[in-house]
Every structure is written in structure tokens, then in C-alpha cells.
């Protein structure tokens, strides 16, 4: 199967006999099929199941026009959406080529074709093809998995699952670390549900969204009369998850005085109720989270350093977005087909430039920040596939003119490597295969960009 994978199948749909055999030289690396007119090419859609089609728009019997082409390539989609289509346009007919991106098509190339830059593109082509394959594979492999909801295809992201597997079943305090909008609740609800406490409740409690006044008694509970309106006995997030897990979201905002009465209880086990009197044995496991710096809190002695100790038997940390590259896109699909069933939509996918846009972007929100742009983008697009302007991205590309080819060709020998690094994981081999080079060739080619395995 692994090998199948590895097999880069090109259908050129060209009529022109000469234009033919130059391209069967050109990509003579590649398995190449070739057809002259649109019926011949959807058959050969249908067999040969290319990744990437390479279509003129000229095309008999309109070879002196487009609406032919154009037609090709709408049937070509509609039978296999997940096609890579580059279509060659005749030269200055930019009109025509934004037409094509619009309706789906994958890239452009101008005639008189530049040879390099044509290997370039189709080159990028299956590489994100590849790419997506690669996380679909994944994030199938993840749905399996006893983690719901979590998924993961970045090493850093998979040791992060592979500590909460072994960490789950064991009766330990966890602090998990990371930044604000990275799924740290997500994880702590993982926690519980692969305990053995996992029929029992799970209570979380927000402590930066409560005042100070009020947290003792949501946490602690109050018996009647303990206070102004206290009509009747309450019971507190503590209590309520007896024999569970208690979420205690942002503790960092924990004020110093409430620290001192949650350390007495995860030392003793027992609570008493604002108000009251009696002390209450409770049986509840503690998973907090925080996206501050607790050992410069402590330094500054606004958290107490033995509180930390209780709560911090086993310590996660969660890695940002953009630490994450290989979840990136993965994500995105999840995130884009859970809001195109929520809206009754229908897309194809994202384009290149969106791809790249989100690759780029540094995601300071993280996954929260991700999930926001891509329900937009669904609600606002109103193409086959989503771009980077419909995320609110700024495209990757940049909008002046590169200093000579030369240039273009490092860049793109550079976002190429990046990709590829991101999809094997940071591994070198597999990268090296995904760009059909040697090893060696990888390595020197990174040593003269200065890149390292994680892609920076």
C-alpha cells in the first residue's frame, strides 16, 4: 500500500503532437498518460486515477477557444474532486487562467511554457496532494484511537497523547501548560475519560471568569445563611465531582488567599462549605490548566510554590499552532467539514494559496483561532475552494516581482522542502522520497538554506 502511495501518476490532456513528446521528456520520472480531447481524458480519468491532470484549455473541436477546456475541467473535477488540474493557457490570457482558478483548477501556465517553472508546479502539486493523503491517513489512524476528538499528526502534538495514555489510569494530579486557545481543556477532558473515573463527573471551573468573592463559595459550596442571598444549602464544584475530576481552568488566577484553602484540601481531602462548620471527605482527582508562567509567579510570590507541587504530580505541555505544522492542515479539514455539514455547504477544499497562507501564519490564538477563521471562511466564500483571502490570511505569496528566476527558484526549492519536512514529521527520508531526491541531495540542499528537520 505504502508503495502505491509513492506513485505519481500524470495525465496530460494536449493535442498538439509536439508540445507531447516534449512533456513525456520532461516528466519521464513520472507515470504519464496522455489524451488529445475530452472524452478520451475522462476515460482516462476513470482508469488511469492520476493525483495531477496537466490540461491545455485549447482543446478540439474548440482548439481555437476555451470552451471546451473549460469543460473538461468542470467534468474532471466533478468525477475526482481531490484532482490536482493545471491548466495551460494561451500567452497574455490572464483572464482565462483566474477563470480556471476560480472554477477549481489548481494552478496555471502560460505559452510559451517555461519547462522549469511547469516541473515546479506539477512538482508542488503532488507534493500536496501527498500532504493531504499523508494527514487523512493520520487523522483516520487518530479517529481509532481511545483520544476522541484529538487529533494529531505533529510529533511534538503525538508525545503529548502518548503521556496523557499512560498518565490517564493513574490516581496523579495534572498541571497542563499552554498557551490560550491550544485545547487544554480538551486534553484534561481526555484525561478523565481514559481514567477509571471516567463514570463519574467531570466539573470544570473557569477561576479567571469568577470574581474573587465568588469563587470560594462556587468551589467550596455555602450553607444557608452563610451570606446575603445564600436561600438555601449549595453544593460546590468540588463536591458535585466526588468520585471524579475536578477541572480547575487558569489557575494561575487563582487569588493567594483561596490557594491556601484548595492546598489544605488536596493535602487533607476534606472541605468545609463557606458557612459551615463540618469537614466533608471528598474523593476528587484535580487536572488544572494555565497558560502563565507559574515558576515566575512563585518567584514573585503571587503562587505558591507547595500548591504547585500538589497540582503538579505530572506536568503536560501543550506546544502552540505554529509549532505544530503538520497539524495545520489537518486540522483544517476536520474544522472545514464539521462547519460545512453544520451549514449545508458544499467545497471542495482550499486552495494552494490558502494552504500556504495557513502554513505561514503564526496562529497567536492557536487551534481556537484556526476553528474561528475557517467557520468564517465557510459562511463567506463563495468559490469551489477556499483561499486565504476568505481566512483573513495574507497570502504567502509576495505581491512584488522576485529579483530574477533564480530567486523564484529558491523559494520554491524552500517552501518545497518545509512542506515535505512538515509531512514526514520532520524525518529526512521520508521528506527525500515526498521530493523524489536522494537523501544526501535533501541534506545539502538544507545545509545551503541553513534549514533544520523541524523546517526552520
Not at 504519464?32 to 495531477?52: G, H, I, N, S
Not at 519547462?115 to 500536496?128: E, H, P
Not at 453544593?235 to 493567594?256: C, R, Y
Not at 486540522?331 to 453544520?342: G, I, V
Amino acid at each position: 500500500m505504502a508503495d502505491e502511495l509513492l506513485v505519481k501518476r500524470l495525465l496530460v490532456v494536449e493535442d498538439d503532437l509536439g508540445m507531447r513528446a516534449q512533456l513525456r521528456w520532461c516528466f519521464e520520472n513520472y507515470e504519464v498518460e496522455f489524451a488529445v480531447d475530452r472524452d478520451e481524458a475522462l476515460t482516462k480519468l476513470r482508469r488511469f486515477e492520476p493525483q495531477v491532470v496537466l490540461q491545455d484549455l485549447g482543446l478540439p473541436p474548440d482548439a481555437a477557444g476555451t470552451l471546451e477546456g473549460f469543460a473538461t475541467l468542470s467534468q474532471i473535477l466533478e468525477l475526482a474532486p481531490r484532482t490536482k488540474v493545471i491548466v495551460v493557457t494561451g500567452n497574455h490570457d490572464r483572464d482565462n487562467a483566474l477563470m480556471a482558478i476560480e472554477n477549481g483548477a489548481f494552478d496555471f501556465c502560460q505559452k510559451p511554457v517555461d519547462i522549469d517553472i511547469l516541473k515546479l508546479l506539477v512538482g508542488r502539486a503532488f507534493r500536496i496532494d501527498e500532504l493531504e493523503q499523508e494527514l487523512e491517513r493520520r487523522r483516520s489512524a487518530f479517529n481509532s484511537t481511545p483520544l476522541d476528538g484529538l487529533l494529531a499528526a505533529d510529533p511534538a502534538m503525538l508525545q503529548v497523547c502518548r503521556i496523557i495514555e499512560k498518565v490517564a489510569p493513574a490516581n496523579v494530579n495534572v498541571l497542563v501548560l499552554g498557551e490560550s486557545g491550544t485545547g487544554k481543556e480538551l486534553l484534561s477532558r481526555a484525561i478523565h475519560d481514559l481514567s477509571p473515573r471516567r463514570a463519574e463527573k467531570f466539573q470544570a471551573i473557569n477561576c479567571a471568569a469568577i470574581p474573587e468573592q465568588l469563587l470560594e463559595s462556587e468551589l467550596f459550596g455555602y450553607e444557608r445563611g452563610a451570606f446575603t442571598g445564600a436561600a438555601k444549602q449549595t453544593l460546590g464544584k468540588v463536591e458535585l465531582a466526588n468520585g471524579g475530576t475536578l477541572f480547575l481552568d487558569e489557575i494561575g488566577d487563582m487569588p493567594l488567599p483561596l490557594q491556601s484553602k484548595m492546598l489544605r484540601f488536596l493535602q487533607s481531602k476534606v472541605i468545609e462549605r463557606v458557612g459551615g462548620r463540618q469537614e466533608i471527605p471528598v474523593d476528587v482527582r484535580v487536572v488544572a490548566a494555565t497558560n502563565q508562567d507559574l515558576d515566575g509567579m512563585i518567584a514573585e510570590q503571587r503562587f505558591r510554590q507547595d500548591l504547585f507541587f500538589r497540582i503538579s504530580e505530572v506536568s503536560i505541555r501543550v506546544p502552540p499552532l505554529r509549532e505544530r505544522k503538520s497539524d495545520v492542515i489537518a486540522l483544517a479539514n476536520l474544522f472545514l467539514k464539521k462547519y460545512l455539514a453544520a451549514n449545508g455547504r458544499t467545497k471542495r477544499g482550499f486552495s494552494a494559496d490558502a494552504i500556504s497562507a495557513m502554513l505561514a501564519h503564526g496562529w497567536p490564538g492557536n487551534v481556537r483561532e484556526l476553528e474561528n477563521k475557517i467557520k468564517g471562511a465557510v459562511l463567506l466564500s463563495e468559490e469551489a475552494l477556499i483561499s486565504s483571502a476568505d481566512l483573513g490570511l495574507k497570502s504567502a505569496a509576495s505581491d512584488s516581482l522576485p529579483l530574477n528566476l533564480r530567486e523564484v527558484r529558491v523559494q520554491a526549492d524552500r517552501n518545497a522542502v518545509q512542506r515535505a519536512l512538515a509531512a514526514s514529521a520532520g524525518s529526512v527520508s521520508r521528506a527525500a522520497e515526498l521530493l523524489g531526491v536522494s537523501r544526501p541531495t535533501l541534506y545539502d540542499l538544507m545545509q545551503k538554506m541553513g534549514m533544520t528537520a523541524d523546517g526552520k
